[in-house]
């Protein structure tokens, strides 16, 4: 593998450092660290055609690298070759607030560009908890905690610059808000996790920022009530701004993390957008569900740091949750499925790790039918790993069966891929073949995704 072609355009921006390599071998995901043989930090399209054309030359496998927090090993180098990190393509290079959109380089996080988007009264919704690259978000077509109002990533991208394995550079998309020429490509590369392209630059759909907001948090005695909550209120066509649950072991490892003392039950953490009037019609009508439904009082949050508070709580559950169980080898997972079988999705999930006596907190995104299990083995026993993987199985397993997907917003990377055939059937082999029609080396984020 001879990266003289590679140090001679990029200089000290190419790194062979052992930390360096280190770094981008590891994540947040269960898999043991892979690290690449070399890291590039381009700074612009053309360095990265360049890139690419020079690996290609060798066969060099090439990896795309946002913020490093995705949780199915997406950005992980099973088979070594060069990480790009786009940390120094962070530019937002566009704002058309009369078009409402943004056009941004892929290492931009989005919690930037919302910052840079303050005096314009418009702001960028997709929040997938972490402060990720929405580089990274548009590889993964990441969704989140307000998906369930603004959609995902898939309906909020309208345009890509990419670079191909080869090193062409291709625009996908326009500022138009729709179009019916030719192939839909920017969906293509949005959710290809690296594998098709590398994602240079992004046209992103800008909302306005609302008039009112407010949140809150409301306790049930049971988990199918809290359910039968979220999916009376999707039905009723209350368009909620985010509406979450999590349940009592989550809830307990808040109180742990945060130092709380929140009754340990199942929660629903909720928030509206709109006009005054139409928040507090909303909120009304929601609190009317609620008590058909046996929940409590709502506890509000109405002032921005409140708010902050509470979705600072809901996004660090993760880590709450891990420190659950100190010497746990975290297995996170998630699945999606139709509104209608939520309730039956939540419950054999909870009984299924209930029965396995591994602890296994659940919560999510459930207003758009997301949610996700943080299942903690112990790391010294490969008993309780090995059961924790067939509780993972069973939920992917109970996704198709009811109707839905193996993974709402996590990806597949390294982790689910063994799911694909059972989802897509024959659909998975045309998703190879347009991979050997783009990459027909291969070297682009091998052993992800496809067959």
């Given at each position: 593998?001879?990266?003289?072609?590679?140090?001679?355009?990029?200089?000290?921006?190419?790194?062979?450092?052992?930390?360096?390599?280190?770094?981008?071998g590891q994540s947040e995901a269960h898999f043991p660290p892979m690290p690449p043989d070399a890291v590039a930090y381009p700074e612009t399209t053309a360095e990265v055609s360049d890139i690419l054309r020079m690996c290609a030359a060798q066969g060099i496998a090439v990896i795309g690298w946002g913020t490093g927090t995705s949780l199915e090993g997406h950005a992980l180098a099973p088979k070594g070759?060069?990480?790009?990190?786009?940390?120094?393509?962070?530019?937002?290079?566009?704002?058309?607030?009369?078009?409402?959109?943004?056009?941004?380089?892929?290492?931009?996080?989005?919690?930037?560009?919302?910052?840079?988007?303050?005096?314009?009264?418009?702001?960028?919704?997709?929040?997938?908890?972490?402060?990720?690259?929405?580089?990274?978000?548009?590889?993964?077509?990441?969704?989140?905690?307000?998906?369930?109002?603004?959609?995902?990533?898939?309906?909020?991208?309208?345009?890509?610059?990419?670079?191909?394995?080869?090193?062409?550079?291709?625009?996908?998309?326009?500022?138009?808000?729709?179009?019916?020429?030719?192939?839909?490509?920017?969906?293509?590369?949005?959710?290809?996790?690296?594998?098709?392209?590398?994602?240079?630059?992004?046209?992103?759909?800008?909302?306005?920022?609302?008039?009112?907001?407010?949140?809150?948090?409301?306790?049930?005695?049971?988990?199918?009530?809290?359910?039968?909550?979220?999916?009376?209120?999707?039905?009723?066509?209350?368009?909620?701004?985010?509406?979450?649950?999590?349940?009592?072991?989550?809830?307990?490892?808040?109180?742990?993390?945060?130092?709380?003392?929140?009754?340990?039950?199942?929660?629903?953490?909720?928030?509206?957008?709109?006009?005054?009037?139409?928040?507090?019609?909303?909120?009304?009508?929601?609190?009317?569900?609620?008590?058909?439904?046996?929940?409590?009082?709502?506890?509000?949050?109405?002032?921005?740091?409140?708010?902050?508070?509470?979705?600072?709580?809901?996004?660090?559950?993760?880590?709450?949750?891990?420190?659950?169980?100190?010497?746990?080898?975290?297995?996170?997972?998630?699945?999606?499925?139709?509104?209608?079988?939520?309730?039956?999705?939540?419950?054999?999930?909870?009984?299924?790790?209930?029965?396995?006596?591994?602890?296994?907190?659940?919560?999510?995104h459930v207003g758009d039918g997301n949610f996700h299990a943080l299942l903690l083995p112990d790391k010294d026993s490969p008993a309780q790993i090995a059961t924790a993987h067939a509780l993972a199985a069973r939920m992917a397993a109970r996704a198709l069966r009811l109707g839905g997907t193996v993974s709402g917003e996590h990806g597949l990377g390294l982790g689910k891929r063994k799911y694909m055939?059972?989802?897509?059937?024959?659909?998975?082999?045309?998703?190879?073949?347009?991979?050997?029609?783009?990459?027909?080396?291969?070297?682009?984020?091998?052993?992800?995704?496809?067959?």
């Open positions: 593998m001879d990266f003289a072609p590679l140090r001679a355009l990029l200089g000290a921006r190419l790194s062979t450092g052992p930390s360096d390599l280190a770094l981008h070759g060069l990480c790009v990190d786009f940390a120094r393509m962070n530019r937002v290079l566009h704002v058309a607030p009369e078009d409402m959109l943004a056009r941004v380089q892929p290492g931009v996080t989005r919690m930037a560009l919302n910052a840079e988007l303050r005096a314009t009264g418009l702001f960028f919704p997709v929040d997938p908890g972490a402060d990720a690259s929405l580089g990274g978000m548009a590889a993964t077509r990441a969704s989140g905690t307000t998906a369930v109002r603004y959609g995902t990533m898939r309906a909020n991208v309208l345009a890509l610059e990419v670079v191909l394995a080869d090193g062409r550079i291709i625009r996908t998309g326009t500022n138009a808000p729709k179009s019916s020429t030719g192939y839909d490509l920017t969906a293509l590369f949005v959710g290809s996790e690296g594998t098709l392209g590398l994602i240079t630059e992004l046209t992103l759909r800008l909302h306005g920022q609302p008039e009112a907001v407010t949140a809150a948090i409301c306790a049930f005695d049971d988990m199918r009530a809290a359910v039968e909550a979220v999916i009376t209120t999707i039905q009723s066509g209350i368009p909620m701004a985010r509406i979450e649950f999590v349940d009592g072991a989550t809830v307990r490892a808040f109180n742990a993390h945060a130092g709380l003392d929140m009754a340990p039950c199942p929660h629903l953490m909720v928030e509206f957008h709109g006009s005054a009037a139409g928040v507090r019609e909303q909120a009304q009508r929601f609190g009317e569900i609620v008590a058909e439904c046996g929940g409590g009082a709502f506890h509000w949050a109405e002032t921005p740091e409140a708010r902050a508070k509470l979705w600072k709580l809901r996004h660090n559950g993760y880590y709450a949750a891990r420190a659950l169980v100190p010497h746990a080898a975290p297995l996170t997972t998630d699945i999606c499925v139709p509104i209608s079988r939520l309730a039956e999705a939540v419950e054999e999930t909870a009984a299924d790790i209930a029965a396995s006596g591994i602890p296994g907190p659940i919560l999510g055939q059972a989802e897509h059937g024959a659909a998975w082999e045309v998703m190879g073949a347009l991979k050997a029609a783009l990459d027909p080396a291969g070297i682009l984020n091998p052993g992800k995704l496809l067959p």
